[in-house]
T-cell receptor, first 114, second 113 residues
Framework: AQSVTQPDIHITVSEGASLELRCNYS??????LFWYVQSPGQGLQLLLK??????LVQGIKGFEAEFKRSQSSFNLRKPSVHWSDAAEYFC????????????FGSGTRLLVRP | NAGVTQTPKFQVLKTGQSMTLQCAQD?????MYWYRQDPGMGLRLIYY???????DKGEVPNGYNVSRLNKREFSLRLESAAPSQTSVYFC????????????FGPGTRLTVL
C-alpha cells in the first residue's frame, strides 16, 4: 500500500539553527514527491517538488529537499530557520495520471525558539 | 486572480443537518479535489473530479456527495451530518501541464454537534 510517514510530530529549533524534517514513503512506482507548508488558519502552499532528474531540489523560502531512492526518503532542509518558518509541514507522494491523487503524511509541526 | 476560494469559512451544524461546501477556482484547471484534515492524520482525499462532468471517490467518501457544476465549481455536500465529520475541509485544483501543482483553498472549518 502507498503511504507517507513523517516520524516527527513536533520539532523545536532555535532561530538561526539548521532544520531537517524527515519523510519516508512507500510506493510501488517512481514517485512524485512534494512538500507543502501550512501556516495557522491557512491553506497549503507548495514549497517544492520532485518529479525526475536532479535529486536535490530547491524550493521557495530557502528550503531544499533531497530524494534518496535507496532510503525511500525525501527530507526537507533549511540551513537557517527564521521565526516566520513556524508552521506545519506536510510531505506528499503522488503519480502522474488522470487522477493525480496525492497521499499526505500526518505532518510535522515546527516551533521556532527566539 | 483569486485562485481557489471556499465558502463558508466556518460552519456549525447539528447532527442530521445538511449543508453544501462551495469551491471555485479561476485558473481554468480541469482537476479539482476535496480533502479533509484531521489532527495527526494529514489530509485525506474525499472525492476528486478529473474533468467537468466526472467525479470519483477518494480515500474517505462515505457520508459525502459531490457535484462538478462546471469547470470552475466543485461542491461537497453532507446530507446528514455526523460528529465524525467535524473537520477542516480543503478544496484544491491542479494545473494540467508544467508543474502539475495542486493549489489549495483556505479551508472550511466544520463542527458538527
Amino acid at each position: 500500500a502507498q503511504s507517507v510517514t513523517q516520524p516527527d510530530i513536533h520539532i523545536t529549533v532555535s532561530e538561526g539553527a539548521s532544520l531537517e524534517l524527515r519523510c519516508n514513503y512507500s510506493y510501488g512506482a517512481t514517485p512524485y514527491l512534494f512538500w507543502y507548508v501550512q501556516s495557522p488558519g491557512q491553506g497549503l502552499q507548495l514549497l517544492l517538488k520532485y518529479f525526475s532528474g536532479d535529486t536535490l531540489v530547491q524550493g521557495i523560502k530557502g528550503f531544499e529537499a533531497e530524494f534518496k531512492r535507496s532510503q525511500s526518503s525525501f527530507n526537507l532542509r533549511k540551513p537557517s530557520v527564521h521565526w516566520s518558518d513556524a508552521a506545519e509541514y506536510f510531505c506528499a507522494v503522488g503519480r502522474m495520471d488522470s487522477s493525480y491523487k496525492l497521499i499526505f503524511g500526518s505532518g510535522t509541526r515546527l516551533l521556532v525558539r527566539p | 486572480n483569486a485562485g481557489v476560494t471556499q465558502t463558508p469559512k466556518f460552519q456549525v451544524l447539528k447532527t442530521g443537518q445538511s449543508m453544501t461546501l462551495q469551491c471555485a477556482q479561476d485558473m481554468n484547471h480541469n482537476s479539482m479535489y476535496w480533502y479533509r484534515q484531521d489532527p495527526g492524520m494529514g489530509l485525506r482525499l474525499i472525492y476528486y473530479s478529473a474533468s467537468e462532468g466526472t467525479t470519483d471517490k477518494g480515500e474517505v467518501p462515505n457520508g459525502y456527495n459531490v457535484s462538478r457544476l462546471n469547470k470552475r465549481e466543485f461542491s461537497l455536500r453532507l446530507e446528514s451530518a455526523a460528529p465524525s465529520q467535524t473537520s477542516v475541509y480543503f478544496c484544491a485544483s491542479k494545473e494540467e501541464r508544467g508543474t502539475d501543482t495542486q493549489y489549495f483553498g483556505p479551508g472550511t472549518r466544520l463542527t458538527v454537534l
